[in-house]
T-cell receptor, first 111, second 112 residues
Framework: DQQVKQNSPSLSVQEGRISILNCDYTNSMFDYFLWYKKYPAEGPTFLISISSIKDKNEDGRFTVFLNKSAKHLSLHIVPSQPGDSAVYFCAASGTASKLTFGTGTRLQVTL | DGGITQSPKYLFRKEGQNVTLSCEQNLNHDAMYWYRQDPGQGLRLIYYSQIVNDFQKGDIAEGYSVSREKKESFPLTVTSAQKNPTAFYLC???????????FGAGTRLSVL
């Protein structure tokens, strides 16, 4: 039972344009959401998070939007840069301390 | 430099053998976690520990064991009961429950 879903396994975007990565969740008890970036053969690095009391959080080029009624969150990267090419995971947590991860979206930023 | 150190980077297991993956953190974090990543899949939680001398099973604990004798160390043993151990193993820690988790560089385990 996949409680956190990233339905797009890959995404290609031109340098300078906006990248939009999507994530859906099914568990209404989730109230804290995170995005991680991962390069091959390395551990994920934390990018940005959002609590369910907010609908938007921004950090530099990265903005996360949360739509609780739709159980949907998205990560916007503007402008996209070649160094952003990686796999992006969304994750969610509820009352327990553990995170539930999606399957990831591979972003390729082309020149 | 504060961080999470996993060793070794690559590990090979013979059939019927137990192997132990090391995870050490000097971030003074209370909680530590072990995940497994398979190709094309997300991270799946094996075990986690919120405090020394206490740990809980995650979603896929069968065939694995852990200990938490020190705050900074959370080793994972892949036992011979784990029939499909080939994967990328990631250790993480967080300052508190439900905090941001920070990851080590991972250990890739293969079966000979």
């Amino acid at each position: 039972d996949q409680q956190v879903k990233q339905n797009s396994p890959s995404l290609s975007v031109q340098e300078g344009r906006i990248s939009i990565l999507n994530c859906d969740y099914t568990n209404s008890m989730f109230d804290y959401f995170l995005w991680y970036k991962k390069y091959p053969a390395e551990g994920p690095t934390f990018l940005i998070s959002i609590s369910s009391i907010k609908d938007k959080n921004e950090d530099g080029r990265f903005t996360v939007f949360l739509n609780k009624s739709a159980k949907h969150l998205s990560l916007h990267i503007v402008p996209s840069q070649p160094g952003d090419s990686a796999v992006y995971f969304c994750a969610a947590s509820g009352t327990a301390s553990k995170l539930t991860f999606g399957t990831g979206t591979r972003l390729q930023v082309t020149l | 430099d504060g961080g999470i150190t996993q060793s070794p980077k690559y590990l090979f297991r013979k059939e019927g053998q137990n192997v132990t993956l090391s995870c050490e953190q000097n971030l003074n974090h209370d909680a530590m976690y072990w995940y497994r990543q398979d190709p094309g899949q997300g991270l799946r939680l094996i075990y986690y520990s919120q405090i020394v001398n206490d740990f809980q099973k995650g979603d896929i604990a069968e065939g694995y064991s852990v200990s938490r004798e020190k705050k900074e160390s959370f080793p994972l043993t892949v036992t011979s009961a784990q029939k499909n151990p080939t994967a990328f193993y990631l250790c993480a820690s967080s300052i508190a429950q439900r905090g941001v988790q920070y990851f080590g560089a991972g250990t890739r385990l293969s079966v000979l």
